[in-house]
């Protein structure tokens, strides 16, 4: 075998609360039903030169592809989800607890929704399969989007409240991530400004980092056992060309620099590239959202890491695919780069493929698949992918 991965590293896939669940009612639920027309409206100026436009058009431009609704009903569908992940020799699994359904009202916490998730934990235990649990997502109650969100400081102590809660009620979680990419969402946010709340600001989008940055340690001080490890999910772009360096020591590094004392663990989202400044990316074989396929990237972050001296889980990495023709190349390249990673040194232990099924990606709906497992929109019924397979069989190797 070429490609030998280390013994007891972790193979498996992610997910998130909103994107997979259905029946959730958060910020980003009711902002949803307002800009679902927009949204659908809009496809054409934002993806009419996509390769893949012809395929996703008619999607694309009906508003309900832009509400998450029934989602994949994952809510109800774990078992047999997790079923299927067993079934593919998954050892691990990501997965988020969805803070508006546990804490619908400031301070009143749902037992019936914290037994749901501990189900949740308990078949995935029953399952051998690791969970790594992410306490934020994106979403937000209603109580806390009304409270300003991040920008209000308040919003730290509400989610320190929430994650001793939850630690305290799944104590057999042994890996938890508190935050997902948390300059993904400050950007999106408070920059570019399409996603809710829909703001242009650096002050508010300085001042949400800087929250974020507390909320994590503070929420790593109340939740840290000797039996558990913490760290966030970090997206970390492959910046090349002039200006890189800035780029890298913002985005990528300064999040991680303030919060090293608080993390026992790094979680990597990877996917994109960034030819800064006069550079050109290239376009040539795009994934179906446009992205450029650039695994070499995952061995540069991940180089980048190796200063912090901790172990590394790929908390993300995957493709939007629908015919499946990309995929298993997709993670074979990045697995080689990983590989080479590790090779040189840095402790990188497991490797968690985005997402075990198509889903609820954002302001962009339901036309990009992701998924290991194709879900029939109408029916909702699961289908596995050919790459999935392959998938499957390095696992069974621990390498290919
Ligand atoms: C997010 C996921 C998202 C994926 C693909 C990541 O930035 O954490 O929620 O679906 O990228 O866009």
Redesign the pocket.
Known sequence: MKYAFPDGFLWGA?T?SH?VEGGNTNQWSEWEKKNATRLASEATKKHGTLPSWNDIRKEAKNPQNYISGIACDHYNRFEEDFDIAKSLGHTAHRLSIEWSRVEPREGFFDEKEIAHYQRVIQALRARNIEPFVTLW??TLPFWVSKQGSWENKKTISDFVRYAKKLAESLPEVRFWVTL??PL?YTGMSYMVGTWPPQKKSVIAYIRVIHNLITAHKDAYRVMRTSDNHIGI?K?NIAFTGIGAMSARWWFNRYFLEKIKNHQDFIGL?Y?QHKNMLFGKNNKKNPTD?GWEIYPEGIYRVLKELAPYKKPVYIT?N?I?DAHDTKRTQFIKDHLIWIHKAIAEGVGVRGYLY??LLD????S?GFW?R?GLVEVDRQTLERRIRPSAHEYAKIIKNNGF
């Not at 889903?359 to 954002?362: I, R, S």
């Open positions: 992610s998130s994107q997502h994106w997902n990419e993904i999910a997206h989202n996917y959202v993300e995957g939007a985005w997402s889903n609820f990606e954002w962009d990009p992701f």
